[in-house]
């Protein structure tokens, strides 16, 4: 999947070749995903726990789901009832996929843009998202670079929050200044952050 091939696809505890919505309107409903090689899941249990942390916020929130790969954390938000979801996938078979999962829950609020992450954050221009869904291939390390690109951009606000998810052994990143690490968890090989910017300094 390119630059996104890491999240969001086979789960230990879905059903292989399909991902299950943990909870909301659709909650237990099973999706296809594609068969590419270096689908990364992003389990249920690490999903429940990370909404279980934005409830009840996440309601009529804006969110942008970058790396969506099968878009597990953003469907999982609007199933919740956030009010929008921007996806951001490079491949074009968990692309087209996703558009039509999207099409099946007749997904409102639900936008698919096709490209690299930070070519993606540099074009969004005139929104703010209160959510940012940040989980590049553990491989690449891109962490630290990409919370660094975020800060100096245009679409975020006092009060948005960043999930974060790595490799268990790598490098925490630095959060850009401003930026407050609220919950910080392990799961098997996976460490995730839900950071919240709490003053804006760029």
């Known amino acids: 999947m390119g630059q996104q091939k890491n999240r969001g696809g086979r789960d230990k505890t879905s059903p292989s070749g399909r991902l299950r919505i943990v ?3 659709w909650r237990s409903r099973l999706l296809p995903v594609a068969d590419e090689d270096g689908l990364r899941p992003t389990p ?3 999903r429940e726990t990370l909404f279980n942390w934005l409830s009840p916020e996440i309601e009529g ?3 942008l789901d970058l790396f969506a790969g099968t878009g597990a954390l953003g469907l999982e938000a609007l199933s919740r009832g956030a009010r929008s979801c921007t996806f951001v996938e ?3 078979e968990p692309v087209r996929l996703l558009r039509e999962n999207i099409r099946l829950l007749d997904a409102t609020g639900a936008t698919v843009r ?3 992450a930070a070519t993606i954050i540099r074009s969004l221009k005139g929104e703010k998202f ?3 869904f940040l989980d590049p291939p553990f491989a690449d390390d891109l962490l630290e670079d990409l919370c660094r ?3 100096k951009s245009d679409l975020l606000k006092c009060g ?3 999930y974060l998810e790595q490799e268990r052994e790598q490098k925490y990143p630095q959060l850009p200044m401003g930026w407050v690490a609220q919950k910080d968890k392990l799961a098997g090989n996976v460490r995730y952050t839900l950071a919240q910017v709490q003053e804006l300094t760029e």
């Open 23 to 25: 909870a909301g309107k």
């Open 44 to 46: 249920e249990r690490v």
């Open 61 to 63: 929130c804006r969110c």
């Open 90 to 92: 490079r491949a074009s």
């Open 114 to 116: 096709q490209g690299d």
């Open 130 to 132: 209160d959510v940012i």
């Open 149 to 151: 690109l975020l800060a």
């Open 160 to 162: 948005s929050k960043i």
